[in-house]
């Protein structure tokens, strides 16, 4: 079967009226009364309606001919003024020698050309009540930007023959319907104003508010789209769509091939990493202990990279890591004495030496890591009661399960999910401790991909758990990796809510990069605070404001870039499947 026997309706039928296309009806309209004024882009809202093509068919006047006109039109308009007549005849008379003057001093004096424009409006639907429908929605959508549009009638076929991409411009379409423009009004006309995104490849993240498809590829964008890092962030108020979206772009960033990491504190995606037949693991106290004092061995970045922390290999592995254990137990233990914060680092590198473990020692090459539990008997041998009963928690308490041993957590696959909702019933202090050694292991897996070639997105789900004041080391932390992570073929999705945390004066110089440094962000429903905060942090406008405030469940505003669209989230039903 040839091409054009595929592609070409069954049958197309000429009414009065309409056209009768295959199971579809159409109907012809063309555009016969303008306004004296029009704006921009003044056929645009027309042409990005659904089902309506609009087409704009323009040929070049003799301008001598339209100087001879217009001076016989300015001299025929001030001889009706000057024998009087009604008030509403001399005001439309007024108003078209008025045009008549403007349009002849932009010919004989700015060098306009002039051209016959006949604008043509093929409107399509599937039933006839459909189609007048949209046919008044049509000539309602013109009388209220001052023009006329008018159906063909008895010329649908010359009509579907005009706005057709064939270059078939029928004479009695002109007749019926062309206006002599200056060059600046038909350039005005043209409707191109969508503000959609597209980077040509990568993962299709919704609709834009004129149903163009927003395509956009974190990894290799466009040089000239404004994309400096693969990063990004989803942030707005809960219930506003934010665990929908990230679903939705993590399974076709899987579905491309990117391994996913999901640290996730409310246990929104157990179902979909089930039915990805991935890696679920319980990091609240199953089996998915982390050993705290454990120094995994990751690879280094090529060495002809620029890296913003001292290599490993010059402070030692320990050196490195030591910093993670102080930050883990400073948010496990906020209210320790500098004298007990003191005593209880020489009790952790007292336990490192128990196991021969030094700067230099390579974690390769260790066998076996000190637990918090030899912690503990330094604690206890040095004599610090205080410090020993505080401690003792996450040695013989209901914290034991998360740290005191050696690592458990099973191997990962190439969709993880680490999760800590168990824990929500317990202490602030200890949900923090541990999503940020959750952070810690995700953030060496992520430096493992790369040796291993991969590709892996890092979920960091509910990130405001990680804004404490009293130890902004956490959130810094959280900057650093955000920073880091392209150079380990790795990318950072942070989705948060709480905005105003990572913006409080302790934390602020290292909260607000984290915020700010993405470079996508999807913005949906926002709190008043949260959004106040958003307007200065990202420059928003007024609409963007009023957007924001507003914004239906899955839809939001898409930074990416040089780019802001109105974002609309939506999911194919095979995909509802998988993401519930």
């Given amino acids: 079967m040839a091409l054009v026997d595929i592609i070409a309706p069954p049958g197309i039928k000429f009414n009065q ?13 063309v555009v016969v009364g303008y306004p004296p004024r029009v704006k921009d882009a003044w056929l645009a809202r027309l042409a990005n309606m659904p089902g309506v093509v609009v087409s704009i068919s323009i040929s070049p006047t003799d301008p001598l001919d339209m100087l001879k006109a217009l001076n016989n039109s300015i001299k025929e308009f001030n001889s009706r003024l000057a024998t009087g007549g009604q008030a509403l005849d001399r005001s439309r008379w007024e108003q078209s020698l008025s045009d008549s003057k403007e349009l002849l001093k932009k010919i004989d004096q700015e060098g306009q050309r002039v051209y016959n424009t006949t604008v043509t409006i093929l409107i399509v639907a599937q039933t006839e009540d459909e189609l007048n429908k949209k046919t008044r929605q049509v000539e309602a959508m013109c009388a209220g930007q001052g023009m006329r549009a008018r159906t063909t009638v008895f010329r649908q076929e010359d009509g579907l023959k005009t706005v057709g991409p064939f270059g078939l411009m029928q004479k009695e379409i002109t ?21 959609s995104l597209n980077h040509g490849k990568g993962i299709v993240l919704g609709r834009d508010s004129d149903d163009g498809l927003i395509l956009v590829d974190r990894w290799k964008p466009p ?25 939705m772009i993590l399974l076709r960033e899987y579905a491309l091939g990117a391994r996913i990491l999901i640290l996730d504190p409310e246990r929104e995606y157990k179902m979909m990493c089930r039915e990805l037949d991935g890696s679920w693991i ?47 137990f400073q948010l496990y233990l906020p209210g320790l004495s500098d004298l007990e914060r003191s005593v209880l680092d020489d ?46 928690g996450a040695v013989e308490g209901a914290d034991a399960a998360l740290w005191n041993g050696q690592t458990t957590i099973p191997a990962v696959g190439d969709f993880t999910v680490l999760d800590i909702r168990d824990l929500t019933d317990a202490s602030e202090n200890v949900r923090r401790a541990q999503y940020f050694n959750i952070l810690s292991y995700a953030w060496d897996l992520v430096r493992e991909g790369r ?42 999705t942070i989705i948060t809510q709480n905005i105003v945390d990572f913006l409080a004066p302790e934390i602020a110089r290292l909260g607000q990069p984290v915020i700010t440094n993405a470079s996508m962000k999807l913005l949906m ?56």
């Avoid at 009226?17 to 309209?29: F, M, P, S, T």
């Avoid at 007749?175 to 503000?195: I, Q, R």
């Avoid at 199953?286 to 050993?291: E, P, W």
């Avoid at 789900?461 to 380990?488: C, H, M, N, V």
């Fill in 17 to 29: 009226r309409n056209i009768v296309i295959g199971d579809c009806v159409g109907k012809v309209l």
């Fill in 223 to 247: 040089q000239d789209a404004g994309v400096t890092n693969p990063n990004m962030n989803i942030l707005g108020t809960s219930g506003g769509g934010k665990s929908f979206a990230a679903k």
């Fill in 347 to 392: 009790c952790i590198l007292a336990s490192y030496k128990d196991y021969g473990i030094i700067w230099q020692t390579e974690p390769s090459t260790v066998k076996e890591y000190p637990t918090v539990l030899d912690v503990y008997k330094h604690i206890q041998a040095k004599g610090q009661e205080r410090l020993s009963v505080l401690f003792k």
């Fill in 175 to 195: 007749e019926m319907a062309g206006k002599d423009m200056p060059a600046e009004t038909v350039a005005a006309s043209y409707p191109f104003v969508s503000s």
């Fill in 525 to 580: 429903r926002q709190e008043s605070r949260d959004l106040e905060a958003l307007t200065d942090l990202m420059k928003l406008s007024e609409a963007e404001v009023d957007l924001l405030a507003g914004a239906k469940i899955g839809h939001g505003l898409l930074l990416a870039g040089n780019n802001r669209v109105h974002t609309r989230i939506e999911a194919a039903a095979h995909e509802l499947e998988v993401i519930g």
């Fill in 451 to 492: 040796a291993e070639g991969k590709r892996t997105v890092l979920v960091v789900d509910e990130a405001w758990l990680l804004a404490d004041p009293q130890t902004p080391q956490a959130i810094g932390f959280l900057r650093d990796l955000s920073k880091r992570i392209r150079k380990y073929n790795g990318s950072l």
């Fill in 282 to 328: 319980n990091a609240a106290g199953g089996k998915g202990k982390i050993n705290p004092l454990e120094i995994r061995p990751v690879p280094d970045i090529d060495p002809d990279e620029e890296d913003e922390e001292q290599d490993d290999s010059v402070r030692g592995p320990l050196s490195s890591h030591l910093q993670r254990v102080k930050t883990l």
